[in-house]
């Protein structure tokens, strides 16, 4: 008798462990290095890349796997992708896998009585919360390493700092919300993010996202950078629509941008502005699909 879990453990952990190890040394990382990004050993990467350990060549050779390779070797290169997100994206295509699939096949062989019973494997849900936190931790990292790479960002950071937000799929609350805690600030000419990108740590950028969002305009990510005239108009030039809303309380938020987007001609990137008041900053809000896109036009424009 043979489970599955068996052939997971004995055939698919294997392959695709020395496939990202193949794939990070590839990309320039030390084995140290390959060793941290996947939670192993430094002798069990060197194993790997001498071909110690026996791999699975239907499953390297299955187009599924190879593009989570690769994909997910390139975000663990760049830091894009946590170690978690990684771990989630491949039990994602392990059950996957597991239903009727590849490894059901594989499961089939090693026990060919189970071709005549019908036998029906649970799968983990490919939409979990687990994945699309990190998905969107992974897409708010992508955006910040724009910024921060970018000439000139500290110079757009508003007095209050700048925060880069993205939202899950049905996001309605700031708990939905992943930003950088404690915001970006400019120190010393640089733009500076003091810790990785977390879940309800934005109540300002946030706020006019959901504020946004509840009015029925299909975006999930924003930006708050510093208002200048001539900045917006670079944006209109560019072809951007550009709002402007009024400075009001935080409770009157989703009124004043209600009635500023209602009517709006919105491209899928858009820029809501106010001008200050009393005791306001004046902030202009990058607003668009996601956080990577809002921080290239950011890029792009400026």
Not at 87 to 113: C, F, K, S, T, Y
Not at 182 to 198: N, Q
């Amino acid at each position: 008798m043979k489970f599955i879990e068996e052939l997971v453990v004995e055939e698919f952990l294997p392959t695709i462990r020395s496939l990202l190890a193949e794939s990070l040394r590839d990309r320039g990382l030390t084995q140290r290095e390959v060793a941290d990004a996947l939670g192993i050993s430094q002798s069990a990467v060197s194993k790997y890349a001498h071909g110690e350990v026996a791999h699975n060549e239907t499953i390297a050779a299955d187009d599924r796997v190879v593009e989570l390779v690769e994909r997910v070797a390139d975000r663990l290169a760049t830091g894009d992708m946590s170690r978690v997100q990684a771990l989630v994206e491949i039990e994602v295509l392990i059950r996957q896998l597991e239903d009727g699939d590849l490894l059901a096949d594989l499961h089939e062989n090693a026990m060919p009585e189970l071709a005549e019973a019908d036998i029906d494997f649970s799968v983990h849900d490919p939409d979990s919360r687990i994945r699309q936190t990190e998905q969107v931790r992974s897409s708010v990292r992508r955006g910040l390493r724009t910024l921060t790479s970018m000439s000139g960002f500290a110079t757009l950071i508003p007095n209050v700092g700048s925060n880069l937000v993205e939202c899950l799929p049905e996001g309605t609350t700031v708990d939905d919300v992943a930003g950088v805690p404690g915001r970006i600030f400019d120190i010393k000419g640089r733009a500076t993010v003091p810790a990785e990108p977390e879940f309800g740590v934005s109540e300002h950028a946030a706020s006019v996202l959901l504020a946004t969002r509840e009015h029925g305009v299909d975006v999930r990510a924003g930006l708050n950078i510093a208002y200048d005239e001539e900045l917006i108009a670079d944006f209109a030039a560019a072809g951007y629509s550009t709002i402007e809303f009024d400075s009001e309380a935080s409770e009157e938020l989703a009124a004043t941008i209600g009635e500023a987007v209602a009517d709006a001609d919105l491209t899928e990137t858009f820029v809501l502005y106010q001008t200050g008041d009393y005791g306001i900053e004046p902030i202009s809000y990058v607003l668009g699909p996601d956080a990577p896109t809002v921080a290239a036009v950011v890029r792009d424009v400026v």
